[in-house]
């Protein structure tokens, strides 16, 4: 297995049309953020081992360190590609968390359900093309920016308005308590979570008991305060243990843990495998 970065040099972002031929019959760790939209044929992506039909009409998001593999692709199959680095795409999931995080990485393929739906997008990634090609643009880097964000918004509005009505999903409504604190919370898991795991550290913070905050959670996204943290933390010590050499006991000890074996029961509980286990399973060349 080995891991690429498919930007050009100096590039932070880009905007093209291809077959993904670097990811066929091969599996890829991408450093980037990537948005396909296939616009003619299929083929089946495998996402972290998972498997999806992606066809004509439809969409995906990859993200940093994910898995891919592109096979099974008939002679026509061809999408339209928005590639960002790992900084870019991180900058451009700043306060939407709940549409990146909890979204995106849950739903990864989008049928665009109709025509017009599809000729939007379409044309949403002829517009960030024409942002992309523009070299002499002043404000280049800060057009992409704010249209990705926008990109990402118009795709959850699009799907979350599919889901509610058919209750697949609860809306979420930003503007009401429950959703400001819900986003306060995430944003100081995402400063603090590395030294802290506590529900009851957050809700000091926020001037709630940790028993309101577990409701919070419970009704923004169906998951208690608890395994919020716990998958932030998770996401953060995988991302260590595939891309660094740092022992288990350094992990450890920059994680806040007690010592190495409770670390190594945490992880096991949540992620199935011990630490160095779960390591070896990743590894590439």
Not at 2 to 23: H, T
Not at 66 to 73: G, N, P, Q, R
Not at 74 to 82: A, G
Request: proline share 3%; glycine share 4%.
């Amino acid at each position: 297995m080995k891991s690429i970065n498919i930007l050009p040099p100096k590039e932070e972002f880009i905007v093209n049309s291809n077959a993904m031929e670097d990811f066929q019959n091969e599996t890829i760790r991408t450093n980037n953020g990537i948005i396909l939209l296939c616009t003619k044929g299929y083929a089946t992506l495998s996402i972290n081992g998972h498997k999806y039909l992606l066809s004509g009409g439809m969409m995906c998001v990859i993200f940093p360190y994910d898995l891919i593999e592109i096979s099974d692709a008939d002679e026509n199959f061809q999408v339209t590609s928005i590639i960002t680095s790992e900084m870019f795409i991180r900058e451009a999931s700043l306060h939407l968390e709940n549409v990146i995080h909890d979204f995106l990485h849950v739903n990864r393929i989008l049928p665009l359900r109709n025509k017009q739906d599809f000729t939007i997008v379409k044309s949403m990634m002829k517009w960030m093309y024409k942002i992309y090609s523009d070299k002499e643009s002043y404000v280049r880097r800060e057009l992409f920016l704010i249209n990705i964000r926008i990109f990402f918004l118009n795709i959850y509005d699009k799907e979350r308005r599919r889901m509610v009505p058919s209750g697949i999903q609860k809306s979420i409504d930003q503007n009401t308590r429950s959703g400001f604190l819900f986003h306060k919370y995430i944003n100081l898991i995402f400063d603090q979570a590395q030294r802290m795991r506590e529900v009851s550290f957050y809700a000091d913070e926020l001037c709630i008991s940790p028993k309101y905050l577990n409701t919070i959670c419970k009704d923004v996204i169906g998951k208690t305060a608890k395994e919020v943290i716990d998958n932030r933390v998770i996401m953060q010590l995988k991302i260590v243990l595939r891309n660094t050499d740092k022992t288990i006991q350094q992990i450890s000890d920059e994680y806040n843990f007690p010592n190495q074996s409770y670390f190594g029961r945490y992880f096991r509980k949540i992620v199935g495998v011990s630490p160095s286990e779960f390591r070896k399973q990743e590894s590439y060349s």
